[in-house]
C-alpha cells in the first residue's frame, strides 16, 4: 500500500531511485517480448472471430470490469453475441475453465464470476487468454465477438481493438515502469492510440470520456435491494485497485464514516478479518460482497456501480465493429 501510495506522487520517492535500474530492465523485456511478436518469432493466435480487448497501461483499478459490463450490454442490444475471456486472477480452476452462475468465488475468481452473473454471457477464465479464446469459441460457437477483460499486454492473443481505459483522477503517477512507478507500459503507449477513455474525469490522451453511476444499495447476505439505516454510522472496506475511490464516493453521497479499512485488490476475505464487523453497518463494494456473502451480518451492505459512455463513442464502436464484421 506504501509503495502504490508514492506510484502517485509527482515526485519520485528517495527509497524508489533503488528500484530504477529494475525498471530499466522491466522495459528491456517488455521491449523484447513486444518486438518478438510484432517479428513473428513469437506466435499470435488469431481468433475466428474479431476480438477487442479492454485494459491500461498502469496498475490499479480503472474501471475494466464496469466497462466490459457496459460493451456487452451495448453489444447485445445491437443484435451481437459477445463472449468474454479473463485472467481469473485468484481462481483456483483448472485452466482454461468456463465459469459458471453458481461457480464460487474461489474457483472462478471475483471479477470473472460477477461479470458472469450480471452480463449473463459465457466467460471463459485463464491466464493464457489465447487459451481461453479457444475454450470459449469451442464451447459457444453462436459467439460472433471476444471481448478480453485485461490482458492489454497479452501479445499472443491477437484483436481487432484495443480500448485503453486510463485513470482521469490519479493520471499516470510518477510516469516510472514497474516496479518504481505504476505503468506497465510507458505513455508513449497512449500517443496515437484510436481508443483511449477515461471514466471519472477528462484525462489529456483520452478522446472519449464515461462516467460511473453509483445503483441503489443492496444486503450483501440476501442481495436484496433496500434503503440505507438513516441515523446511523457506518464502516467502509474495500479491496479494489483503488479503495480511495469507494470511500471517497461514499462521502460524495453525504454518508458518515466512522472507519475505513482498504485491503488489497482480490482479496479473500475470512471471518476473521471483519469480526471487529458483525455489529456494526459495514458498507463494500460488489466485487467484495460476491466473496462476503457466506460470512456477512444483517446489517452488511453493497452498491454496485455502472459504467454509461457518450452516444458518439458507442456510435463510433459499433461502425468500427461493423466494418471488421465486412
Not at 8 to 21: D, E, F
Request: proline share 7%.
Amino acid at each position: 500500500m506504501w509503495l502504490e501510495r508514492q506510484w502517485y506522487r509527482k515526485r519520485l520517492h528517495p527509497l524508489l531511485y533503488l528500484l530504477t535500474p529494475l525498471s530499466l530492465v522491466f522495459w528491456l523485456l517488455t521491449n523484447l517480448r513486444r518486438s518478438l511478436y510484432r517479428f513473428g518469432i513469437l506466435k499470435i493466435y488469431q481468433a475466428p472471430v474479431p476480438v477487442l480487448v479492454v485494459g491500461n497501461i498502469s496498475v490499479g483499478g480503472t474501471g475494466k470490469t464496469p466497462t466490459v459490463i457496459a460493451l456487452v450490454e451495448l453489444l447485445k442490444s445491437e443484435g451481437y453475441t459477445p463472449g468474454i475471456v479473463s485472467r481469473g486472477y485468484g481462481a483456483n480452476a483448472q485452466y482454461p475453465h468456463l465459469v459458471t452462475m453458481d461457480d464460487s468465488p474461489e474457483l472462478a475468481g471475483d471479477e470473472p464470476l460477477m461479470i458472469r452473473q450480471i452480463a449473463d454471457v459465457p466467460v471463459v477464465i485463464s491466464p493464457k487468454r489465447a487459451d481461453a479464446v479457444r475454450q470459449l469459441v469451442a464451447e459457444h460457437p453462436d459467439v460472433d465477438l471476444v471481448i478480453s477483460d485485461d490482458g492489454m499486454q497479452h501479445y499472443a492473443l491477437g484483436r481487432d481493438l484495443e480500448l485503453i481505459l486510463v485513470d482521469a483522477e490519479r493520471g499516470l503517477g510518477n510516469g516510472w515502469l514497474l516496479p518504481a512507478g505504476p505503468l506497465r507500459e510507458g505513455p508513449w503507449r497512449l500517443r496515437g492510440a484510436r481508443w483511449v477513455i477515461s471514466l471519472y474525469a477528462q484525462h489529456p490522451f483520452a478522446h472519449y470520456v464515461g462516467e460511473v453511476k453509483a445503483q441503489p444499495w443492496r444486503r450483501v447476505i440476501d442481495d436484496e435491494e433496500v434503503e440505507l439505516p438513516e441515523r446511523t454510522t457506518f464502516h467502509a472496506v474495500a479491496g479494489i485497485g483503488n479503495p480511495e475511490r469507494f470511500f471517497t464516493s461514499l462521502q460524495h453521497q453525504h454518508i458518515k464514516l466512522e472507519s475505513t479499512q482498504a485491503f488489497p485488490d482480490h482479496y479473500r476475505f475470512t471471518a476473521d478479518d471483519l469480526q471487529q464487523y458483525q455489529n456494526k453497518t459495514l458498507l463494500m463494494t460488489q466485487k467484495d460482497a460476491a466473496k462476503c456473502r457466506g460470512i456477512a451480518a444483517d446489517n452488511w451492505y453493497y452498491q454496485p456501480i455502472s459504467a454509461h459512455f457518450p452516444e458518439k463513442f458507442n456510435a463510433d464502436l459499433l461502425e468500427a465493429i461493423r466494418h471488421i464484421h465486412k
